[in-house]
């Protein structure tokens, strides 16, 4: 007799057939969206069971664990994460739509403005005239202009946690023993490189930076996604017709990021690569023509610090009385910092600026072809003076006057063509609320861990000490710009061996060394060869901008975050070494299971109306 189709039995399979089977949500997360296709891939779409509701073997074999670890995955994607307040708006709006005014009342007080700017919503409400707001238009509004974030995140687990000199102690330690391996694992954890492979690809960068005693250290980087300018208009690819060839190129820069480099290929390998690199390589202008301008994190090397709006570094540690939780090392924006010192281009000031320099050319070519007139009208009616130092004043005067136009014509046109519009960065979201991006990002991953207790970040005192000057060199120099150069050198060196050398601009030194080291440095009285010195304890100056950021505004933004839930920002003390009390004072909020279970329930804003706090790290000691 034939048999119909089994009964599901186990829970998870309902529950993942009714998931799978939901209309697909723009809120979904390209994440989420993957998993919905895996589901319905194993059949928990299928309606009559014939897939997942098989035989009652199917609940605990093979196919039964890996979907019952599919359903832990769904439950975690299913928590509300990062979301926007302005899609919540859009999915609130009744089937048959309301007035484009109502729904610009709706965005003005409960949603972040600078989403709803980015995002061009007025423009579209201001299109619509008269005609009802519908969801599904404003859906596909919105899904055409994207507002969020790219998450990369770069782990390590080595188990050397030392500071300043200790990793080179270490290293001298492990040679005088003469074990060169163990020395060779320490070098490469201090410079960030795989401690097997040599490889900087996936690993952290500034591991160093850490307080002992930690776990599971990670760098995340919070990214801006590429933006094409016209999304309307195809997409150039320069491999778009031969995929193969962009995967082959991607192979075979990956096995060159070792320490041999190219050569770790063989000769025809390094012929294919170049060949492909040189495509890459005559086709980039056009392919970034396509996007928005972007912005390269000094952190983060090309292939990692694009459009960089927010990195963290934490790790997972103890309190002094046990419990674990998530550490926040620091948080930075170095895109907003920028901006903050030079300034935003947008279009419309990128426009004015180049208008401007522009009148400047054309301005100084009018006076220089002036001038020249002036002189000729001159020699017309007195003659030209033989020389210039024997001629009576008057000519003089207007040799002067055509010399000092043709120089300024020679700035305005050098001017223009060293930086056609106006000095920069590109503009960017979360201008005042980077800070929050970086803690609520944070925030998450702690709710998602069930051992995360707490949730926690450095004082200020912790930073001003870690970046002390004094703890990477013994002396600082400084060689200004020689023969109208625009960099000079700034030099360091610790137990009089080099430490590094860098050629920038004089206003660059502030976000290398620290702003009030940077003046503290430029005051120094010049040496008899030119160059500028700080040593000893006159490296030791700042640190305002670190402690008013980790001790005045991260405690309140955070405590702003966490509010609602029932959390209180507060000083705890978390281990720094496995010594006994070597305990150091930290902020930190204390997550209780139902706090946590609420948080992931409702979510987090990703954009919000940032808190009139102001803050600055101009005096910040940056890393070298």
């Known amino acids: 007799m034939g048999q119909g189709p089994a009964t599901i039995r186990a829970p998870w399979v309902q529950r993942i057939r009714e998931w799978a089977n939901e209309t697909p949500s723009v809120m979904d997360r390209p994440f989420e969206a993957a998993l919905r296709m895996i589901a319905r891939t194993i059949g928990a779409d ?33 928590s509300r994460g990062l979301y926007s307040r302005v899609e919540d708006v859009a999915s609130q709006l009744p089937p048959g739509g309301v007035h484009p005014n109502r729904v610009a009342s709706l965005l003005k007080s409960g949603a972040s403005q600078e989403e709803v700017m980015a995002r061009r919503v007025p423009e579209f409400l201001a299109g619509l005239g008269d005609q009802p707001v519908t969801p599904e238009a404003l859906r596909a509004h919105l899904e055409a202009h994207p507002f969020g974030i790219q998450v990369k995140t770069l782990q ?3 188990p050397y946690h030392f500071q300043g000199n200790e990793w080179q102690q270490a290293i001298d330690r492990a040679e005088a023993a003469g074990d ?10 201090w410079e960030g490189l795989s401690e097997d492979t040599g490889s900087t690809v996936g690993q952290p960068q500034y591991a160093a930076y850490q307080l002992p005693g930690g776990e599971q250290y990670q760098e995340t980087l919070l990214q801006k996604p590429l933006r094409l300018i016209n999304p309307e208009q195809p997409e150039f690819d320069p491999f778009a017709n031969n995929p193969e060839a962009l995967r082959r190129l991607r192979e075979l820069n990956s096995r060159t990021n070792g320490p041999e480099g190219d050569a770790a290929l063989s000769a025809s390998e390094l012929a294919e690569v170049r060949k492909l690199r040189a495509i890459n390589a005559e086709y980039r202008p056009r392919v970034l023509a396509q996007y928005e301008p972007s912005y390269q994190s000094p952190h983060f090397g090309p292939s990692l610090g694009g459009n960089l709006l927010v990195h963290t570094r934490s790790n997972t540690r103890r309190l002094a009385t046990g419990e674990k939780g998530r550490f926040l ?37 009018r006076a220089k072809t002036d001038a020249f007139a002036a002189m000729r009208e001159y020699a017309d009616a007195h003659g030209k003076p033989a020389s210039y130092w024997t001629a009576p004043d008057e000519w003089r005067a207007l040799v002067d006057q055509y010399n000092g136009a043709a120089q300024r014509l020679d700035d305005a046109t050098l001017a223009l063509e060293r930086s056609p ?14 800070p929050e991006l970086g803690l609520k990002q944070q925030l998450l991953e702690a709710v998602e861990d069930p051992e995360a207790s707490w949730f926690g970040f450095t004082t200020g005192d912790t930073q001003v000490d870690r970046y002390k000057l004094s703890k990477q060199v013994d002396r600082l120099a400084w060689d200004p710009p020689r023969h109208g150069a625009e960099e000079g050198l700034l030099m360091g060196d610790k137990g009089g061996q080099p430490v590094f050398e860098q050629r920038m601009k004089p206003d660059q030194l502030g976000s290398v060394i620290g702003r009030e080291a940077a003046q503290a440095l430029l005051a120094a009285p010049a040496q008899p060869a030119g160059w500028h010195e700080l ?17 005045q505004l991260l405690p309140k933004r955070l405590e702003k975050i966490v509010r609602p839930f029932g959390g209180k920002v507060e000083r705890l003390m978390v281990r720094a070494s496995e010594r006994e009390g070597a305990h150091v004072p930290i902020w930190g909020v204390r997550l209780t299971a139902a706090m946590k279970e609420r948080i992931r329930q409702a979510g987090l804003p990703l954009a919000v109306v940032p808190m009139a706090v102001s ?8 890393r070298q």
């Open 421 to 434: 519009g106006e000095s920069g960065v590109p503009d960017a979201p979360f201008k005042e609320s980077w």
């Open 329 to 365: 090392e620091e948080v930075q924006s170095d895109w907003h910092q920028a901006g903050k010192r030079g300034g935003y281009v947008t279009p419309e000031t990128e426009a004015a600026a180049r208008a401007a320099k522009e009148s400047a050319v054309s301005d100084a070519m």
């Open 156 to 158: 390590s687990d080595s």
């Open 615 to 622: 803050h600055t790290r101009d005096d910040d000691k940056g």
């Open 180 to 189: 060169f391996d163990e020395a060779e694992r320490i070098q490469r954890a």
């Open 46 to 78: 299928d309606p009559s069971g014939q897939v997942l509701g098989m035989t009652g073997a199917m609940e605990t074999g093979p196919v039964g664990g890996a979907v019952g670890a599919l359903e832990k995955l769904l439950e975690r994607v299913r």
């Open 535 to 551: 040593s000893g304890v006159a490296l030791d100056v700042g640190g305002k901008g670190m402690r008013q950021f980790y001790d």
